[in-house]
């Protein structure tokens, strides 16, 4: 049972234009949402988050929208890069605090 | 660099034997979660630990466990491995537990090859 699901194992998209990753999850209870990047080999690096209390949070060329009603959520990425080619996870958690996982979606930004 | 470390980076073994993985986290943070990284169930949370008690529980085996020492350092031992133990571990920690919202940092991970 994926309570959060990635169903876009990836996306290829060129330079300076937007990408934009979606999630979906189930479990109402989520309240924090974040999205790491992940390179192979290495540990998850966070990247942005949003609280259930809001639908929008923009960090520079990261912003993520969060649609409660559809239990869904997205990342955009303006303008995108070719350093932003890597696996994005997005990640939900509610008063336990432990992350629940995507699967992941493997960006790739063509020069 | 998340400020959260893990030893070792690689660990090569064999079936039935134990290994430890170590994780120390980024200064001040109380939290330590684990997480496993497979090939077929992808991330998944094991265990967190807050300011030296067990809080949390996930798929964590009952072959593996875990403690967090009074320096806040945590240790996650696997024993009588099998082949299907191969993976990543990672270790997160955050500042404070349940009830608030916060971010968690990831350390780089430690390979376990069990051969």
């Known amino acids: 049972d994926q309570q959060v699901k990635q169903n876009s194992p990836s996306l290829s998209v060129q330079e300076g234009r937007i990408s934009i990753l979606n999630c979906d999850y189930t479990n109402s209870m989520f309240d924090y949402f974040l999205w790491y990047k992940k390179y192979p080999a290495e540990g998850p690096t966070f990247l942005i988050s949003?609280?259930?209390?809001?639908d929008k949070n923009e960090d520079g060329r990261f912003t993520v929208f969060l649609n409660k009603s559809a239990k869904h959520l997205s990342l955009h990425i303006v303008p995108s890069q070719p350093g932003d080619s890597a696996v994005y996870f997005c990640?939900?958690?509610?008063?336990?605090?432990?992350?629940?996982f995507g699967s992941g979606t493997q960006l790739t930004v063509l020069p | 660099d998340s400020g959260v470390t893990q030893t070792p980076k690689h660990l090569i073994t064999a079936t039935g034997q134990r290994v430890t993985l170590r994780c120390s986290p980024r200064s001040g943070d109380l939290s330590v979660y684990w997480y496993q990284q497979s090939l077929d169930q992808g991330l998944q949370f094991l265990i967190q630990?807050?300011?030296?008690?067990?809080?949390a529980k996930g798929n964590i085996l009952e072959r593996f466990s875990a403690q967090q020492f009074p320096d806040l350092h945590s240790e996650l031992n696997l024993s009588s491995l099998e082949l299907g133990d191969s993976a990543l571990y990672f270790c997160a920690s955050s500042p404070r537990t349940s009830g608030s919202q916060e971010t968690q940092y990831f350390g780089p991970g430690t390979r376990l090859l069990v051969l």
């Open positions: 630990y807050y300011n030296g008690e067990e809080r």
């Open positions: 990640a939900a958690t509610g008063s336990a605090r432990q992350l629940t």
């Open positions: 949003i609280s259930s209390i809001k």
